[in-house]
């Protein structure tokens, strides 16, 4: 169901735990060089969030894109080899800028490079939500990334990760995330109208197959998810009681909008199974 009601965004201030994922095309340029001035204006969101007494967890794209960048790569490669090693390369640069912006807020980072296995494995699973609990407790901001280098899972696109969306789900659920914010470079959820036009859909109240077939599947570029994985990550967070917008994140302040329930995006309203 579909709906323009903005009643449901008036808890979204009340959430403490947030997971931003934050998609390549947001914060890498077509070149593949990383958009500093973008990580720098997130970052300060995100800091502003962090000293309000928000729990954020920042989920991040773009080692690949900035590995190819490096290696002055015009295409994404095609061979496994070939995207671990970009993202071998990647990873460092991301991570740098990463680091040194929150620094200048007097914010400690952590990198959190993750595997299927971390969440298929009991004691690893363990390990990692204490892990997590410690370092949010702490007041560190953990960077979490597909460890790209040495796992083919997102690289073969075999497990559908779609461009770490997947991933921030898995995220959400052992975090115990109120709220994931997916940054993408389009305003949110859209549909067709009668004039011939797409319009933004402001809110989703269930994830079913008429909101499904409202997308289709996209790959390519520098980056591989799509709306159609965005959708599957929110039904994932929904069902277990997060709430979920999908938005803009090339747009001005757009995670400070966000978090104070102004109408930007596509909310998906979390329902407890």
Known sequence: MITSSNKFRASIPESRRVVVKIGSRVIVRKTGRPDVARIKSIVKQVAQLHKSGYQVVIV???????????????????????????????????????????????????????????????????NLRRTMDHILARGVVPIINENDAVADEECKAELSLGDND??????????????????????????????????????????????????????????????????????????????????????KDIITKIIKGEDVGTLFSGSPV
């Open 60 to 126: 991040s794209s773009g080692a690949i894109a900035a590995g190819m960048e490096a290696l002055k790569l015009d295409k994404r490669p095609t061979a496994v080899p070939d995207l671990q090693m970009c993202a071998a390369i990647g990873q460092g640069r991301l991570m740098t800028q990463y680091t040194e912006f929150f620094a200048q807020e007097k914010i400690l980072t952590g990198q959190v490079l993750l595997t299927h296995d971390d969440f298929d494995r009991k004691i690893r699973l363990a």
């Open 166 to 251: 997947y991933l921030a789900s898995l995220v959400v659920r052992q975090t115990r995330a109120d709220l994931l914010i997916l940054l993408s470079t389009v305003d949110g959820l859209r549909e067709n109208c009668e004039c011939g036009r797409s319009r933004r859909v402001p809110f989703v109240e269930a994830i079913n197959k008429s909101i499904m077939k409202l997308v289709k599947p996209t790959s390519g570029g520098l980056s591989k998810g799509g709306m159609d994985s965005k959708l599957r990550s929110a039904s994932l967070c929904t069902k277990a009681g997060c709430n979920v917008v999908i938005a803009d994140g090339t747009r």
